[in-house]
């Protein structure tokens, strides 16, 4: 508990003068709370003015031996202002009730605001720290995660540690020392009965032992369960279309039905863990309480000012103390969903950044593939991979579906690292060149369209980022696209939804080629780049590709091989391993894989 409170502390350093306002604030308060009980026998002696042994008067002898002075000077003003200024003193003493209580609720707003401006800029922090390091990580990492855990350990699990930076921070300095002044105000009126009193305490320390345990277990299982809940909301949400086409809207709700009532049964567990000490600790307090009420039922002259002073510093110390019994369930539910988050931050990326990178060039440079090999965890993918991609040539990658293509260009973008082998473009190896640098100067159509919800001329500005407004609309124009998007009711303008979900597959896939057009990178990756258009716009699609891979290096995944049959080179893969090479009418000749594939799309 102890490591995570240090870290909870690390991560508000740079607030840490904000956090020692809200800090002093609380030890403010926690020392104002008890002063509404020493002033009940202050507003009791200009009340009463005649008691011979007034409440002002007995709690002014039981102050420390260097506080005396000051009770003598109170008492003696008292004394000389009751034939005077009587009624200025009872209005005077009288108005100091509503000016603690105002100052008061002044500290505590402060405190409270300051420990809530630190959370909110931690947790901020936090929750950029965690997304930027996500986002740097290597593609396999994102093959192996789940978006709704990801999604909830950022969202969900950093609103945790927030609710415990401000509330728990606030429990943590205010109550102890609300606590400690009205015990020590207890030990002035009477030693002896205060430790009698607090003898129970101890007793309250066995329920939290308890259930800390539990309330641990139970809240990562909370936290967990929210990771499936947001796991089946985004499944559910971006399948839509699967989910309505195969009426599967029922099962759908049926497992996050199932979800929610696991995520219920663990939160119970919880507010039981929670609630069960409060009881108890309750029970161990009536105790002190009826110690103290039997003490002074069998007093020979008990004093009812001192039991008045008594039975209010025990009611103040009632709320702090139960604030800090749950204080070590909230620590433990917030350590849970900090153990997920600080998990994440501690993954590494296996795709690392060279220490002195080294400048990439990349156009007019051939492309090496030196003895690749490859694998996905056990299974392997590439074996023995040596291929040459010349400067300004159309390479066509073709194979059946696993065969390692895509993989292929995966290991030229650097999504991943091979086991064995390099990738060189010119005489460097990618693995000397910062990411950042080598796929700025590649660009890349996938099979998979990503649009992202945003408009049109956004969409199409991710490709060179600051381009202007006539450069992105002659992209459009080259990948043809200029057209439709002049039909859409704001043109450039329009927002085209989660995953261009307004616009048919071909229009999706024009914008994503007027990106790549927009990037005029020297190397080009096209995964099936014409795939999602009709035979007319693939015509012209192609025609613009065909004018903009002039004097450019292009690396073409292909299923359709009519797309490449003008290729310089056609690469034929089986199974992670080179089978054939050659031009389309060479290996036709050749009746080998390539003659197959062929004959299964035409033929047939």
């Given amino acids: 508990m102890i490591d995570f409170l240090g870290q909870l502390l690390r991560l508000t350093r740079p607030y840490r003068l904000r956090l020692a306002l809200g800090v002093l604030f609380g030890v403010l308060g926690g020392f104002v709370e008890p002063l509404l009980v020493v002033l009940i026998p202050l507003v009791g002696r200009v009340i009463f003015p005649g008691a011979e042994a007034s409440a002002a008067q007995e709690f002014m002898k039981r102050l420390p031996r260097l506080l005396r002075p000051l009770a003598d000077s109170l008492t003696s003003w008292f004394a000389q202002s009751e034939s005077s200024h009587v009624a200025v003193v009872k209005v005077v003493v009288i108005a100091l009730i509503p000016l603690v209580a105002f100052s008061r609720s002044v500290i505590g707003y402060l405190n409270v605001y300051c420990l809530q401006w630190v959370a909110i800029r931690t947790v901020t922090d936090l929750r950029t720290k965690l997304f930027t390091h996500l986002q740097n990580l290597s593609l396999s990492f994102f093959a192996r995660a789940n978006t709704g855990d990801l999604m909830s350990r950022i969202m969900s699990d950093t609103v945790a540690l927030q609710s415990t930076i401000s509330n728990s921070l606030a429990v943590v300095i205010k109550d102890p020392v609300t606590v400690l002044a009205c015990s020590g105000l207890l030990l002035i009126l009477d030693a002896r009965l205060t430790l009698i009193t607090l003898l129970v305490f101890p007793l309250g320390l066995i329920p939290i032992v308890v259930y800390s345990r539990k309330v641990r277990k139970s809240s990562a299982?909370?936290?967990?369960?929210?990771?499936?809940?947001?796991?089946?909301?985004?499944?559910?949400?971006?399948g839509n279309r699967v989910v309505k086409a195969y009426n599967l809207e029922q099962k759908v709700v049926q497992q996050f039905k199932d979800v929610s009532s696991r995520f219920v049964s663990h939160f119970m567990r919880v507010v039981r863990s929670q609630e069960i000490p409060g009881p108890l600790i309750e029970f161990f307090?009536?105790?002190?309480?009826?110690?103290?009420?039997?003490?002074?039922?069998?007093?020979?002259?008990?004093?009812?000012?001192?039991?008045?002073?008594?039975?209010?510093?025990?009611?103040?110390?009632?709320?702090?103390?139960?604030?800090?019994?749950?204080?070590?369930?909230?620590?433990?539910?917030?350590?849970?969903?900090?153990?997920?988050?600080?998990?994440?931050?501690?993954?590494?990326?296996?795709?690392?950044?060279?220490?002195?990178?080294?400048?990439?060039?990349?156009?007019?440079?051939?492309?090496?593939?030196?003895?690749?090999?490859?694998?996905?965890?056990?299974?392997?993918?590439?074996?023995?991979?040596?291929?040459?991609?010349?400067?300004?040539?159309?390479?066509?990658?073709?194979?059946?579906?696993?065969?390692?293509?895509?993989?292929?260009?995966?290991?030229?973008?650097?999504?991943?690292?091979?086991?064995?082998?390099?990738?060189?473009?010119?005489?460097?190896?990618?693995?000397?060149?910062?990411?950042?640098?080598?796929?700025?100067?590649?660009?890349?159509?996938?099979?998979?369209?990503?649009?992202?919800?945003?408009?049109?001329?956004?969409?199409?500005?991710?490709?060179?980022?600051?381009?202007?407004?006539?450069?992105?609309?002659?992209?459009?124009?080259?990948?043809?696209?200029?057209?439709?998007?002049?039909?859409?009711?704001?043109?450039?303008?329009?927002?085209?939804?989660?995953?261009?979900?307004?616009?048919?597959?071909?229009?999706?896939?024009?914008?994503?080629?007027?990106?790549?057009?927009?990037?005029?990178?020297p190397v080009l990756i096209l995964d099936e780049a014409t795939s999602a258009l009709d035979t007319e716009s693939e015509r012209a699609v192609q025609a613009a590709l065909e004018e903009l891979m002039q004097g450019r290096t292009t690396i073409c995944i292909a299923h359709r091989l009519s797309t490449v049959q003008k290729a310089d080179l056609i690469v034929v893969l089986d199974q992670g391993r080179i089978v054939e090479t050659g031009k389309h009418a060479e290996l036709i000749k050749r009746g080998g894989v390539y003659q197959k594939l062929y004959e299964l799309q035409f033929q047939a």
């Avoid at 299982?221 to 971006?238: C, P, R």
């Avoid at 204080?327 to 988050?341: D, G, I, K, N, T």
């Avoid at 040539?393 to 073709?398: F, T």
């Avoid at 460097?428 to 700025?440: A, C, H, M």
């Fill in 221 to 238: 299982a909370i936290q967990n369960s929210y990771s499936e809940l947001a796991t089946v909301v985004h499944e559910s949400f971006t």
């Fill in 285 to 521: 307090g009536s105790l002190g309480v009826a110690a103290l009420f039997v003490y002074f039922a069998f007093q020979p002259n008990p004093a009812p000012d001192r039991f008045i002073q008594f039975a209010a510093s025990i009611v103040l110390m009632y709320r702090p103390v139960k604030n800090m019994i749950r204080l070590h369930s909230q620590l433990e539910q917030a350590r849970a969903a900090s153990q997920r988050v600080f998990d994440l931050l501690k993954m590494q990326n296996n795709v690392r950044e060279p220490a002195s990178p080294q400048p990439l060039r990349a156009a007019g440079a051939d492309i090496h593939f030196d003895r690749l090999e490859f694998a996905y965890g056990d299974k392997s993918v590439l074996g023995g991979i040596n291929l040459t991609v010349q400067a300004g040539q159309l390479v066509a990658l073709v194979g059946a579906s696993g065969s390692g293509k895509t993989t292929l260009t995966n290991l030229l973008l650097r999504f991943y690292d091979p086991q064995k082998g390099a990738v060189r473009i010119g005489d460097t190896d990618i693995r000397q060149v910062s990411t950042r640098d080598l796929r700025s100067q590649l660009a890349v159509v996938t099979q998979e369209t990503i649009l992202f919800n945003d408009t049109i001329r956004n969409n199409i500005a991710l490709g060179r980022p600051g381009a202007g407004n006539g450069e992105i609309e002659e992209a459009a124009q080259h990948a043809f696209a200029h057209d439709f998007i002049m039909e859409k009711p704001q043109g450039y303008d329009t927002v085209v939804g989660e995953k261009g979900v307004t616009l048919s597959g071909g229009q999706r896939q024009r914008i994503a080629i007027a990106r790549a057009i927009l990037r005029n990178a």
